[in-house]
């Protein structure tokens, strides 16, 4: 796939160094010391707020799965202001992936993902094996069509009980002969209160919208920078998928009610 060719002469294994102070910048104002995985987020606020339990394999499939079809929805919803998921495509997980629940009429859709859409391997992948995780997103028309695809293709490896090696080798197979290119503009909502992206005391962490680009330093959004907004989240960072993930928090819950930050 040519983005990814072009994007070789990256190193994200030494950009993904830098972000570990990336913990220390987000602090609630309304006293919420809180962490995450990439979505399933990032690594150090993860580690910072982790649980002793660890998660070395994948745990009975349904573990996974929300007998509540309903909650599911609800849930998925809860991602974006109900201005935007009213309307929109609504998917479930099954034991097969993930299924139409709701026909939308927006061109957006929302999921809630589990925790192997966060980093393979590192302290970043704390998670990845967390059966409780439930990250709801809604993903704007772009980014349904450009970056969904890779929440299906993960999925769908793990269910069918690949190995972490074989599903990055699936994936690297999947980007060169399948993978729509990365359509500009492609970002997502991830402002659900419900949220269970950690183990930690709090298990939501922030409202907050996710811009998708490719492979990129960090410097040209300054993100991760003093009194920045801005995070990199090192979710893909080309290990495998050549994309990088810019977090910025929203200010708010889906449901209007204020989830206030402070950077600094």
Not at 80 to 89: E, F, G, N, Q, T
Request: charged share 15%; net charge neutral; proline share 9%.
């Amino acid at each position: 796939m040519e983005m990814a060719a072009s994007q070789q002469t990256y190193r994200p294994q030494i950009r993904a160094e830098k972000r570990i102070q990336m913990g220390s910048t987000i602090f609630k104002t309304i006293g919420v010391a809180s962490s995450v995985i990439a979505i399933a987020l990032s690594a150090s606020m993860q580690t910072h707020a982790q649980a002793k339990t660890s998660y070395p394999s994948m745990a009975p499939l349904d573990q996974y799965l929300m007998p509540d079809r309903n909650a599911e929805i609800a849930l998925a919803r809860s991602a974006a202001p109900d201005s935007i998921s009213h309307d929109a495509k609504v998917l479930v997980l099954g034991p097969h992936g993930y299924e139409t629940a709701v026909a939308g009429t927006n061109g957006f859709i929302c999921i809630v993902e589990r925790g192997w859409m966060g980093p393979f391997d590192g302290d970043d992948a704390a998670n990845f094996w967390n059966p409780k995780i439930r990250g709801p997103v809604c993903f704007n028309p772009p980014a349904a069509r450009s970056i969904l695809p890779l929440t299906f293709k993960r999925t769908e490896m793990i269910l069918a009980g690949q190995s972490k090696t074989q599903i990055k080798e699936g994936i690297k197979t999947f980007m060169k002969q399948t993978l729509p290119p990365l359509e500009p503009g492609a970002m997502s909502y991830m402002m659900s209160k419900e949220q269970y992206l950690t183990d930690g005391e709090h298990h939501n962490w922030m409202a907050h919208l996710m811009f998708y680009t490719p492979l990129m330093e960090g410097a040209a959004w300054g993100a991760d920078l003093s009194h920045s907004p801005v995070m990199l989240n090192p979710q893909f960072s080309g290990a495998p998928e050549p994309i990088d993930v810019f977090m910025v928090p929203a200010g708010w819950w889906s449901d209007g009610t204020p989830d206030p930050v402070k950077v600094r």
